[in-house]
C-alpha cells in the first residue's frame, strides 16, 4: 500500500475530481441538482454553418431548402433506415464521388468541432440533421486540433511537451494559416 502512485500523479489519468459523498444532515438524498456538461471543443462554426459553407451557400437560414442539403440528407436519412444491419462500404458504393467527397469533408469539419452522430428528422422536403455533441463532465474545454484529422503534427508536439521543452513558441493552427477554412 505504501507504494501506490497518487492518481493525480500518473500519467495514464489526465483529467480527474475528487467526488465528495457528504450529505445535508437528515436527508439521504442530495439536494444539489448536477452541473450541466460543457462542450469538450470550443466550436468556431456550428455544423449548419458547416454544411453551408461547404455546400456554397452563403445564408445559413436558406440551407435547409437547398436540394444539395436534402440530397445529404437522404443519403443519411437511407443509411439510418438500414440500422445496425447497414454495411457503410456497401452502402457508399451507390454514392456519387462528389456527393462522397462534400459527405467527407462534412463529418471531417463536424467531428473536429465536436459534433459526431447525425441522424436526420423530419419529413421528405423538410428533413433537418442533428448531430451529437461531445461534452466534457470535468469542464475542460479543448482546442479544434484535438479531434482534427489533418496532417500536421501540432497537437501531438503541445501534448508531448516538445515546444516547451525546447523552448520553442507554439505554431499556429492550421486553420488560423489557411484563409477562407472553416473554424476561422
Given at each position: 500500500m505504501e507504494n501506490l502512485t497518487p492518481i493525480s500523479e500518473t500519467r495514464n489519468?489526465?483529467?480527474?475530481?475528487?467526488?465528495?459523498?457528504?450529505?445535508?444532515?437528515?436527508?439521504?438524498?442530495?439536494?444539489r441538482e448536477p452541473l450541466p456538461s460543457k462542450p469538450l471543443i470550443r466550436r468556431k462554426a456550428s455544423p449548419n454553418e458547416i454544411i453551408a459553407k461547404i455546400l456554397g451557400v452563403w445564408v445559413v437560414e436558406s440551407l435547409f431548402a437547398s436540394s444539395l442539403y436534402q440530397a445529404i440528407c437522404n443519403h443519411i436519412f437511407n443509411y439510418q433506415k438500414l440500422g445496425a444491419a447497414g454495411k457503410w462500404d456497401e452502402y457508399r458504393a451507390?454514392?456519387?464521388?462528389?456527393?462522397?467527397?462534400?459527405?467527407?469533408?462534412?463529418?471531417?469539419?463536424?467531428?473536429?468541432?465536436?459534433?459526431?452522430?447525425?441522424?436526420?428528422?423530419?419529413?421528405?422536403?423538410n428533413r433537418k440533421i442533428i448531430w451529437e455533441q461531445i461534452v466534457s463532465r470535468a469542464g475542460i474545454e479543448y482546442d479544434l486540433c484535438t479531434l482534427c484529422d489533418r496532417g500536421c503534427n501540432r497537437r501531438k508536439n503541445i501534448d508531448e511537451g516538445f515546444y516547451h521543452h525546447q523552448g520553442?513558441?507554439?505554431?499556429?493552427?492550421?486553420?488560423?494559416k489557411e484563409v477562407g477554412r472553416i473554424g476561422v
Open positions: 489519468v489526465q483529467h480527474y475530481t475528487n467526488k465528495s459523498q457528504t450529505r445535508p444532515s437528515g436527508s439521504t438524498r442530495s439536494t451507390g454514392i456519387a464521388e462528389a456527393a462522397l467527397r462534400q459527405l467527407g469533408e462534412i463529418f471531417s469539419e463536424c467531428r473536429r468541432q465536436g459534433y459526431l452522430n447525425p441522424r436526420v428528422v423530419g419529413e421528405d422536403k520553442i513558441e507554439e505554431p499556429p493552427a492550421c486553420w488560423e
